[in-house]
């Protein structure tokens, strides 16, 4: 095991009618006006962003509201909402939605106290060594950005979707989160959540770092809790034990408890924000298609830990072929994407003929020759990815 420094400040606020708390807890943070952030409308189908005012109200918290945040959030969103801040003089953000309001929102909180382009923040060029403060009311357990300190936007000129990580920033100082407020979810949206937490939790068991006996079981258990729930929740959208576990999964897959003390890989996330930046498709479902090319990828170039993985989180018995217990730990993961309705091939996700190069070009030009560390992959490695995904 690495040495690690593990430092997750985020109050959760877990359970039923929790959003009505909100108020409450921007006023524990400090916050007197509050700069609402929401996608787009969900909230106020639902009835949540009135519910969330009149607790702001209650608290005598100012707020002013920025709605119209789409999936795979973009930068003119971003400007705006640092424009806004600014001049109605904000110091808290509040994000009600989910991965894109939230990071839309961060992006905005680094944003407002920095005298350059935010987009700085995210090229390399500037860390922010300053934020305002953020409370998130989470809405969509999926991308785990209510505990993580990062945030993913797509530059609309050029479509270069890029992320930061600065947790001792960006990290929500709360989040509320009621499962409940997850029954009004599509299917496909819950189902892509599923993905993608399982996902951010493969990231981190996919490492070669020895040693690393208790955060394996972690991630092996938290996957095998999802894979329970999931089953559930996609043929009772309302039920509410199997809802919060899967709110939970959401949460723990990327707080960074799973990744301690080992080296992380993230080729996978990579790649994938590739196809989410040019294809703008769902980032869950893009990972739907590109984690399974890469562990089949994985079978042949270090099968260790997907042999593992197969035997201990997808049943596959233990044996001697090591390469074919991978493979079938493979197939019963795409058996279950395909159950709760993934896609695991391009096709299947609605791109015909995706141009790979393009992918591939664009993915080494923003992460350089080699990404991930479980394999360090080059241009012919992600290739192959891609291909088999197609
Ligand atoms: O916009 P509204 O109308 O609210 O609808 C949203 C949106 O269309 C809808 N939705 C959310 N909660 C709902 C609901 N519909 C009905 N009832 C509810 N309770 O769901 C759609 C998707 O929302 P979005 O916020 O895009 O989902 P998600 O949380 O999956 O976020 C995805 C974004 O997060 C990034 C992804 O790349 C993508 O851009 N990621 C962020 C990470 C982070 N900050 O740590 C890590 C992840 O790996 C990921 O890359
Ligand atoms: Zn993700």
């Known amino acids: 095991m690495?040495?690690?420094?593990?430092?997750?400040?985020?109050?959760?606020?877990?359970?039923?009618?929790?959003?009505?708390?909100?108020?409450?807890?921007?006023?524990?943070?400090?916050?007197?006006?509050?700069?609402?952030?929401?996608?787009?409308?969900?909230?106020?189908?639902?009835?949540?962003?009135?519910?969330v005012k009149e607790s702001l109200d209650k608290e005598g918290i100012a707020h002013v509201e920025m709605g119209g945040v789409q999936p795979n959030p973009t930068d003119p969103k971003v400007y705006e909402g640092i424009g806004l801040g600014r001049r109605e003089k904000v110091d808290f953000l509040l994000p009600v939605g989910g991965?894109?309001?939230i990071d839309t929102a961060k992006a905005i909180a680094a944003g407002i106290p920095y005298d350059g382009d935010f987009w700085d923040f995210f090229t390399g060029k500037a860390v922010p060594e300053k934020a305002l403060r953020i409370g998130v009311v989470l809405t969509i357990p999926a991308a785990g950005s209510e505990g993580s300190g990062n945030s993913v936007i797509t530059k609309t000129d050029g479509l270069k979707k890029l992320s930061l990580r600065t947790p001792e920033v960006l990290r929500p100082a709360f989040a509320v989160m009621n499962p409940e407020l997850t029954y009004t979810l599509p299917a496909w949206q819950t189902a892509s959540g599923i993905t993608d937490m399982m996902a951010h939790i493969m990231e981190r068991y996919f490492t070669n770092t020895a040693d690393t006996e208790v955060t394996d079981r972690l991630c092996e258990g938290t996957l095998k809790a999802i894979i329970k729930e999931a089953l559930t929740v996609i043929k009772e959208p309302e039920n509410y034990g199997a809802r919060a576990n899967i709110m939970w999964a959401g949460t723990i897959a990327h707080n960074g408890i799973c990744g301690v003390g080992c080296e992380e890989d993230w080729a996978s996330h990579f790649m994938e924000h590739e196809v989410s930046a040019l294809y703008d498709v769902t980032h869950g479902a893009g990972l739907a298609v590109i984690f399974p090319a890469w562990l089949t990828y994985m079978a042949d170039h270090n099968v260790r830990k997907v042999a593992q993985f197969a035997n201990r989180v997808w049943d596959v018995p233990a044996s001697?072929?090591?390469?074919?217990?991978?493979?079938?730990?493979?197939?019963?993961m795409k058996a279950f994407l395909h159950e709760i309705g993934m896609p695991t091939t391009f096709r299947e996700l609605g791109i015909e003929n995706p141009d790979i190069s393009a992918l591939v070009c664009r993915l080494h030009e923003n992460k350089g020759e080699f990404v991930g560390?479980?394999?360090?992959?080059?241009?012919?490695?992600?290739?192959?990815?891609?291909?088999?995904?197609?």
């Open 2 to 51: 690495n040495n690690f420094m593990f430092y997750s400040p985020t109050e959760f606020v877990f359970g039923k009618e929790t959003e009505l708390q909100t108020g409450a807890l921007v006023k524990k943070f400090h916050g007197t006006k509050a700069l609402i952030v929401f996608g787009g409308g969900s909230v106020l189908r639902s009835g949540l962003l009135e519910r």
């Open 99 to 101: 991965g894109s309001v």
């Open 320 to 332: 001697e072929d090591k390469k074919a217990m991978a493979l079938e730990g493979v197939a019963r």
């Open 373 to 390: 560390n479980y394999v360090k992959l080059d241009r012919q490695a992600t290739r192959q990815i891609y291909e088999t995904a197609n």
